[in-house]
């Protein structure tokens, strides 16, 4: 699984940050998890508003922090399919 959170490094993209590590580290995922702060490539994805996270290439979450345990759940989502 690759993961990435966008962001221009704010708050609440590093919050982001946290709340995925935990999140993967919680269920055991096999996942990679980097960070892009580039404004053209966050751009290329269609996010306007930032924090964002973006699981194997899909647009998961926009413009807000979502709870450690709603991550969990997405990730558990996209790991079944």
Do not use: F
């Not at 995922?29 to 699981?55: N, Q, R, S």
Request: proline share 2%; hydrophobic share 45%.
């Amino acid at each position: 699984m690759d993961i990435k959170i966008l962001g221009s490094g704010c708050a609440k993209c590093h919050a982001l940050e946290r709340a995925v590590r935990a999140a993967v580290e919680r269920q055991g995922l096999d996942a990679t998890i980097g960070k892009v702060e580039d404004i053209m490539e966050i751009m290329a994805y269609g996010v306007m508003m930032t924090p964002a996270m973006v699981v194997d290439n899909k647009v998961m979450v926009k413009g807000r922090v979502p709870s450690e345990d709603e991550i969990v759940e997405m990730l558990s989502r996209t790991e079944a399919v």
